[in-house]
């Protein structure tokens, strides 16, 4: 995968889009494929951001179980992703914990991990394997990748139990930070490492 | 409305666009603003909806008090 076609793929996730309508993309250099995917990200979520920031304050008012069935049953993933970073990171970690792994992994898909890195610190453990495998079983490796960008070292650790070693390039490729590459070579048991292509050992 | 113009890409992003994305053709570069403006009406479409539902699920006596804080 070129770092252009691994910038459309990631563009095409934050627009919605398959990423083949975006092919005409595939001229136009990374890094400025980057940008255009993290403007249109704050767009996103700035849009609206009012709205979003009133109930994020009225959901103190409310029990974190009520809140839990809410976010699944009313909100959705897609605004539970953008309140996430709203709430007060403790209260987002109890309220996640209460959810299921299938409906975590869908608001993983349309988190911003750098708006939402409070809560995803805070999140048990126990809860970030369980999404960390459904993502894997997903084989949604735009989302690993993203996570792999923000997480702190131990959960990076317990995320890549479950990328098996034929998706670690893909998973590479998709990667923002070249200096996490080095960080999950450093991570990967020796067995893995020497399995990998020889230009990601 | 009819007449007004969908928003370009310069306009949703309140600035250019980067160069590689500017120097695309028109047409490519309106399909990135629909793709754009279509996520943000999800967006707007899924926040209308989940107001009107929310209140539903919160016990009566608290209604009031969370109306306030929504500002509905």
């Known amino acids: 995968m070129t770092p252009q076609e691994a910038e459309v793929r990631k563009l095409a996730r934050v627009l919605g889009v398959g990423a083949e309508r975006l092919e005409y993309l595939s001229d136009v250099p990374a890094a400025d494929l980057r940008e255009l995917r993290e403007r ?10 009012g ?43 109890e309220i996640a914990g209460r959810l299921t792994s299938a409906f975590l992994a869908d608001v993983a898909a349309e988190l911003d991990p750098r708006r939402a890195n409070g809560v995803i610190a805070k999140l048990p453990p126990p809860v970030v394997v369980a ?26 650790v317990t995320s890549l139990e479950f990328i098996p070693d034929a998706a670690l390039p893909e998973v590479a490729a998709l990667l923002d930070e070249p200096a996490k590459l080095a960080k999950v070579r450093e991570l990967l048991p020796a067995e893995r490492l020497a399995a990998l292509p020889e230009q990601l050992r | 409305m009819i007449g007004m113009a969908e928003p370009t890409l310069t306009e949703q992003l309140g600035a250019a666009p980067p160069t590689g994305v500017a120097a695309l053709d028109p047409v490519h570069q309106r399909d990135l603003a629909d793709a754009l403006r279509s996520a943000r009406r ?6 209308a909806k989940a107001g009107d539902d929310a209140l539903k699920f919160v016990p009566t006596l608290l209604r009031p008090a969370v109306r306030k804080a929504v500002g509905l």
Not at chain 1, 57 to 69: E, N, R, V, W, Y
């Open chain 2, 42 to 47: 999800r967006q707007a479409a899924a926040l």
């Open chain 1, 131 to 156: 999404v960390a495998r459904e993502l894997a079983r997903r084989r949604d490796w735009i989302t690993v990748a993203r996570f792999v960008d923000h997480l702190p070292d131990s959960l990076i």
């Open chain 1, 40 to 49: 249109a990200t704050t767009v996103l979520f700035d849009a609206h951001l």
């Open chain 1, 51 to 93: 709205a979003l920031e009133r109930m994020a304050g009225a959901s103190k008012l409310l029990p974190t179980p009520l809140l839990a069935k809410m976010a699944e049953r009313v909100f959705g993933p897609l605004l539970a992703a953008r309140i996430a970073g709203l709430v007060e990171a403790s209260r987002g970690a």
